[in-house]
């Protein structure tokens, strides 16, 4: 079990804002818009080089104004390998978690495992999954 590196961060916001933090990160920051999967959410992928290290989701129930303790930070999320280490620490400390499948856009499938911190935070652990 062994996290690799930093992946991304997430914010989400309700549809109103999501561009005009889109248009910040993009046209201040200068990050670059580019591919993200197929996910049944609004959104944008924001890339530095080649990673995409921020996602920004469509929240439409969210607050419309953040909440100065949460705002709009959604998660953290790190490259990992072997998730069934993963998984049996999760079962065994009794900490619960969710198991997603996708598609990345260069078509390799990934698994993402997420838990919450203790102060409610996400966690997300992405797993580049094998074909073999």
């Known amino acids: 079990m062994s996290l690799i590196a930093f992946n991304h961060f997430n914010i989400r916001a309700p549809s109103a804002l999501l561009r005009t933090v889109r248009d910040f990160y993009v046209d201040v920051i200068g990050l670059v818009e580019g591919p993200r999967p197929d996910v049944p959410v609004a959104g944008y992928w924001l890339y530095l080089s080649d990673l995409p290290v921020l996602h920004l989701m469509e929240w439409p129930e969210g607050p419309q104004i953040p909440d100065l303790q949460s705002g709009y930070f959604d998660h953290i999320a790190f490259s990992c390998q072997d998730e069934l280490t993963f998984i049996d620490r999760f079962e065994q400390l009794a900490v619960p978690f969710r198991r997603r499948e996708f598609v990345l856009p ?27």
């Open 106 to 132: 260069s078509g390799e499938q990934f698994l993402q495992l997420t838990v919450s911190d203790p102060t409610g935070l996400g966690v997300e652990l992405n797993f580049i999954v094998s074909s073999g």
